[in-house]
């Protein structure tokens, strides 16, 4: 990560999070953000991790990809 997004990786290493998490936002015809989340402690994944929040991350997508939603 440091050699591919050096600024991301200043951010993140600044933040001293213990874990993080990346989720992309994808669109109707291709990715159009991306998801962040930065924990303080160490966090577990486990496939409820992703099961509870995808569904946030589409509604998510959905409000920033509306004009291509309704085509």
């Given amino acids: 990560m440091g050699e591919n997004?050096?600024?991301?990786?200043?951010?993140?290493?600044a933040s001293d999070a213990k874990s993080i998490s990346f989720f992309t936002i994808e669109g109707h015809n291709s990715q159009i953000g991306l998801v962040v989340i930065l924990y303080k402690e160490h966090k577990?994944?486990?496939?409820?991790?992703?099961?509870?929040?995808?569904?946030c991350?589409?509604?998510?997508?959905?409000?920033?990809?509306?004009?291509?939603?309704?085509?």
């Fill in 5 to 13: 997004l050096p600024k991301l990786y200043r951010l993140v290493k």
């Fill in 44 to 55: 577990k994944y486990d496939y409820k991790y992703t099961r509870g929040i995808l569904p």
């Fill in 57 to 71: 991350i589409q509604r998510l997508a959905i409000l920033l990809d509306f004009e291509n939603s309704c085509k």
